[in-house]
């Protein structure tokens, strides 16, 4: 049995491999609280040293492809976003490190045009719960 990569990398979504991903991203967001109190002048002045702490972290994986409509993966895909379930996106490398996502999609958009000569998708993932995964584990 072939894998289906993109880069040396393997996008599954609740265990089921997608093919044909063109592009795959994984973002954090940090958002900050100023903490900044009477005491934090700056010596010898009367001006103010702001103070920020980490106040909660956002995390989204989005990716794209090219529609293969007898795809399981990207039937699998397809399915959890038009429903709203919950989903597990695992994304490894090409020795089975990564992360496995937890969370649920909150766009999918299909689209193609004559021009472009293909139909395409995508979608973008909040991530909710996030766990390393160890290509020693997978063996």
Do not use: C, P, W
Not at 17 to 33: G, M, Q, R
């Amino acid at each position: 049995m072939t894998e289906k990569r993109f880069a040396g990398t393997r996008i599954e979504v609740n265990g089921i491999v997608v093919a044909k991903i063109t592009s795959f991203t994984h973002s954090l967001e940090v958002e900050e609280a100023d903490v900044t109190g009477l005491g934090d002048v700056d010596e010898g002045s009367s001006v103010f040293r702001q103070k920020f702490i980490a106040s909660a972290i956002g995390e989204t994986a989005a990716m794209e492809g090219v529609v293969l409509v007898d795809d399981a993966g990207q039937s699998e895909l397809k399915r959890v976003a038009e429903s709203g379930q919950d989903a597990v996106v695992k994304h490894t490398d090409e020795n089975g490190n990564g992360y496995e996502l937890t969370g649920f999609f909150t766009t999918y958009e299909e689209e193609g045009s004559i021009s472009e000569g293909v139909y395409t998708f995508s979608g973008e993932f909040r991530v909710n719960e996030k766990s390393v995964v160890s290509g020693d584990e997978s063996a």
